[in-house]
């Protein structure tokens, strides 16, 4: 019995498909965040906001593109691996996140020894991070050798707390935000939706997962297209290959 160039094509999508798809598995995929819109309130806790924080770094906030955590050798720029220890002795009279926060909104108020003044000003475009976002990057630099102790409601010299830097933080002298005001952030909260959705690799993934199981249908249809062929699917709906219908 003769397979029809039909079901050989088929047969060779499908193969295809598979392999692909296999191939596509055994590759180690990289997590990238997707963009999403999301949306977090002032009661974000400090955990999810070294969650969150990270999640900026390597995205909006383009922290990695310039920075590493944990390189050594000669860098271009600062690794910040262990930051949050020197950060606490940068600069007379700075607490780690007074100092961080000038280190992003005031980029060139201290510059590095061995680096030049090339920290863009975080909280202007183009990168353009709110106070809010920012304080979460804060509670993430404040893992890299110490622990996060910022909140939400977190004041600093540069978002409306204390009057000079290495100051007394005022108690709640400055407009606070207003708790529960959603804003915008386009970080996700959820990391189970991150899953494998964007990202080199992770292309391969939806074209095994849709056409695999989806494939099967069209090409019924498709072989129904002539007369001959849908003689051969008819028939080989009412399993009646052995009456040898199929062969020409
Ligand atoms: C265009 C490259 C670039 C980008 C983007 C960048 N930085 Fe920097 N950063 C630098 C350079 C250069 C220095 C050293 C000079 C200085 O202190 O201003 C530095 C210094 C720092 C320091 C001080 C490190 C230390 O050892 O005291 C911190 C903290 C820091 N950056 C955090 C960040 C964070 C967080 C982001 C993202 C929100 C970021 N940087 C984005 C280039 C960059």
Redesign the pocket.
């Known amino acids: 019995m003769r397979v029809p160039h039909s079901i050989r094509v088929a047969a060779l999508v499908l193969a295809t498909t598979a392999f692909y798809g296999y191939v596509g598995q055994l590759v180690p995929q990289k997590e990238v965040q997707p963009p999403q819109e999301t949306t977090f309130t002032a009661d974000l806790s400090t955990a999810d906001m070294v969650t969150v924080g990270r999640q ?2 390597e995205g909006k ?3 990695l ?3 590493t955590i944990g390189k050594t050798g000669a860098l ?3 690794d ?1 691996a262990g ?1 949050d220890v ?2 606490k002795s ?1 600069v007379p009279g700075l607490n780690d996140v007074e ?2 926060a000038q ?2 909104y005031d ?2 108020a ?3 020894p061995g ?6 000003p ?1 909280n202007k475009p183009p ?1 353009a ?1 709110s106070d809010q976002e ?1 304080l979460c ?1 804060i509670a993430y ?1 404040q893992t890299l050798g110490g622990t996060p102790t910022v909140t939400l409601q977190t004041k600093h010299h540069y978002n409306s707390g204390a009057a000079a830097p290495g100051g007394a933080q005022p108690p709640a002298a400055a407009p606070a935000p207003a708790p529960g005001a959603p804003q915008p952030l386009a970080v996700p909260k959820k990391r189970a939706q991150l899953g494998p959705a964007a990202g080199a690799v992770v292309i391969l993934k939806p074209v095994v997962a849709h056409q695999a199981p989806a494939s099967t249908p069209p090409r019924k249809e498709r072989a129904a297209g002539t007369s001959a062929r849908r003689e051969g699917a008819a028939c080989r709906a009412e399993a009646c290959q052995g009456e040898g219908g199929i062969a020409r």
């Open positions: 900026i770094m906030g383009f922290c593109t310039c920075h271009r720029f600062p910040l930051v020197r950060a940068r100092y961080f280190s992003m980029p060139t201290y510059v590095v680096f030049p003044p090339a920290m863009p975080i990168i991070l920012i990057v630099l």
